[in-house]
């Protein structure tokens, strides 16, 4: 694998992005360069609102022959980038499935149904359906908050929440244990959501990009049909 190279370019440029000229501005990552110019590079960690965390490694890139995550290698002139490519969107896809199996992700009974990344990001790749077995695991539902559903069963881990708690100085949540065991931790001296500091109008509580946080008393407020992926497929534009 690449080592992600995290160091600023010092200066504008251009970049080949599938055969396609991406100019980029100093600082700008692989994956910011290409947003900007309007390409899309499957991602589910990354947001513009926050430092690249290169977790999901969704954003796999190839850059001159060598594979790296597009949202912490920094773009520079001459690269030769590689992102929508058969065997880069198979691996994609292969994580994908790996995801769904970790966790219980039913489309169909889920409020986030039409309206979650991870689901659409796996319509745009072609995964019709689980590959591998099923773990069903068995995780916490925290419904003690009078605002907010915490539902471990659907959670990715993509730290989107951890970091948005942190930037408000709350830092209500944090990822704990390891491999399989890795799960999200509530800071408070219950481990529930009612003892914590989060508020239902906290950008943490409404960035989760699937059904892990949910509002309450707000179930399908938005018909099925009307929702953010329904009629299009995601893109450049659609972030957490």
Known sequence: MMTDHRIDALS?????????EVEFGPGDSILQAARRAGHYIPHLCWHPDFAAHGSCRLCTVKVNGRTG????????????????????????????QMLFVEGNHFCPSCEKSGNCLLQ???????MDG???????????????HPDLLLDLNRC???????????QEGKHV???????????LLVNSDSGQLLNS????????????????????????????????FDSHPVSQEDET
């Open 120 to 126: 659409a990001t796996a319509y745009q790749m072609g």
């Open 197 to 228: 500091a989060i508020s239902a109008t906290d950008r943490a509580a409404n960035i989760c990009p699937v059904g892990a946080i949910l509002p309450k008393r707000r179930g399908f407020v938005i018909p099925i049909g009307q929702r953010r």
């Open 130 to 144: 689980p590959h591998f077995e099923e773990f069903y695991p068995n995780r916490r539902v925290d419904a003690s």
């Open 12 to 20: 504008p440029g251009t970049f080949a992005l599938d055969g396609q």
């Open 156 to 166: 990715i881990l993509c730290g989107l929440c951890v970091r948005a708690s942190a």
């Open 173 to 183: 949540f944090a990822k704990g244990g390891r491999g399989v065991a890795s799960h």
């Open 69 to 96: 995550a597009a949202c912490t290698i920094a773009a520079s002139s001459g690269q030769d980038v590689e992102s929508d490519t058969p065997e880069l969107n198979t691996q994609r896809k292969t994580l994908l």
